[in-house]
């Protein structure tokens, strides 16, 4: 994937300028950073200058997510899933969006049903990872 050019010196200050992106050091500053990524995703239509700025952001929180939340290398997907919910203090119920109902939470948490294809691919948007940590 190509990255797109900045046509508009001015609009990406201007961004920059807002948005204000530098090193991540705190569970807050990740936070603000992840909102304004979230922003930016939202968009249909994305300006080149966006474009750079969410690729900056994404850079960005990788960064801090991978050095906070370091994963046992045995780790399978449910325990991947878990440790994302402790990391992020969410509950069950706090993954209906990608699981649409409760009782499929539980019966992934508990082991008795796999992720399916389109929980990865939704948990991956969630959390910004890649779905390779799933598989």
């Known amino acids: 994937m190509r990255a ?3 046509t508009n010196r001015e609009e990406y200050a201007h961004l920059l300028g807002e948005a204000l992106p530098h090193v991540i050091h705190t569970e807050a500053e ?3 950073c992840t ?3 979230e922003g930016l995703l939202r968009r249909k239509q994305r300006t080149a200058e966006e474009k750079r700025l969410a690729e900056l952001l994404t850079l960005l929180i990788e960064e801090y997510e991978q050095q906070r939340y370091v994963l046992p290398r045995t780790a399978g997907p449910v325990d991947v899933l878990r440790h994302l919910m402790d990391a992020n203090g969410l509950r069950q119920v706090d993954l209906l969006t990608v699981f649409v109902t409760a009782s499929i939470v539980s019966e992934v948490l508990s082991g008795k049903r796999e ?3 389109a929980h990865i691919a939704r948990l991956s948007e969630r959390f910004h990872l890649s779905p390779a940590l799933f598989f």
């Open 4 to 6: 797109a050019e900045i």
């Open 30 to 32: 990740n936070d603000r």
């Open 35 to 37: 909102a304004l990524l």
């Open 115 to 117: 992720l399916s294809k």
